[in-house]
């Protein structure tokens, strides 16, 4: 069983278009995040929903928008594809918001714009 | 700001050597330090945690420890295995949101 999965695996689109990542956990978990890996492997926290309410909204280009239907998941679709967004995508779960609740991550979404 | 700093960015050791990686916070109140190892194409998974109570904890070959006057952790891995070949993150924990605030990641790669 996948605890938590994200489709597609691979996304590969131009510049301009609109395109939408989802994310699914069956853990039972309150809160689920979203984080960009950039070329250079590095981590950053983008988005955070504790029960569908959004949490924490980093520093984000307004073009990206989060989603939560329900607890357990958590959908980001951006608009207006740039190049700087190619980087790959992790969707994350944890019990709470509590701070020492292990993150599992997805396998991630490799997003390339072409 | 917050901040996390890690060192080295890359680590090459010989299998059965042992393997340091360092890492520095910037806010003091961070109370929860986690590391993660992340395989080539795959997820990040966590391998160990520290909360601020607690200077040292060891699982294993694996161990951290936490100098919360100097704001510094470490993680240790002894008798390296080419298995343990991957990106290792060490994270911080800013405020009650449970935001995660990564190191740049050190690239560790065990030869046989």
């Known amino acids: 069983d996948t605890a938590v999965s994200q489709t597609p695996k691979y996304l590969v689109t131009q510049m301009g278009n609109d395109k939408s990542i989802k994310c699914e956990q069956n853990?039972?978990?309150?809160?689920m995040y979203w984080y960009k890996q950039d070329s250079k492997k590095f981590l950053k926290i983008m988005f955070s929903y504790n029960n569908k309410e959004l949490i924490i909204n980093e520093t984000v280009p307004n073009r990206f928008s989060p989603k939560s239907p329900d607890k357990a998941h958590l959908n980001l679709h951006i608009n207006s594809l740039e190049l700087g967004d190619s980087a790959v995508y992790f969707c994350a779960s944890s019990q709470s918001l509590a701070i020492h609740y292990e993150q599992y991550f997805g396998p991630g979404t490799r997003l390339t714009v072409t | 700001g917050e901040n996390v700093e890690q060192h080295p960015s890359t680590l090459s050791v010989q299998e059965g050597d042992s393997a340091v990686i360092k890492c520095t916070y910037s806010?003091?109140?961070?109370?929860?330090f986690p590391w993660y190892k992340q395989e080539l194409g795959k997820r990040p998974q966590l391998i160990i945690d520290i909360r601020s109570n607690v200077g040292e904890k060891k699982d294993q070959r694996i161990a951290v420890t936490l100098n919360k006057t100097a704001k510094h952790f470490s993680l240790h891995i002894t008798e390296t295995q080419p298995e343990d070949s991957a990106v290792y993150f060490c994270a911080a924990v800013y405020n009650q949101g449970g935001k995660l605030i990564f190191g740049q990641g050190t690239e560790l790669s065990v030869k046989p």
């Open positions: 806010d003091s109140a961070s109370n929860y």
């Open positions: 853990l039972g978990h309150d809160t």
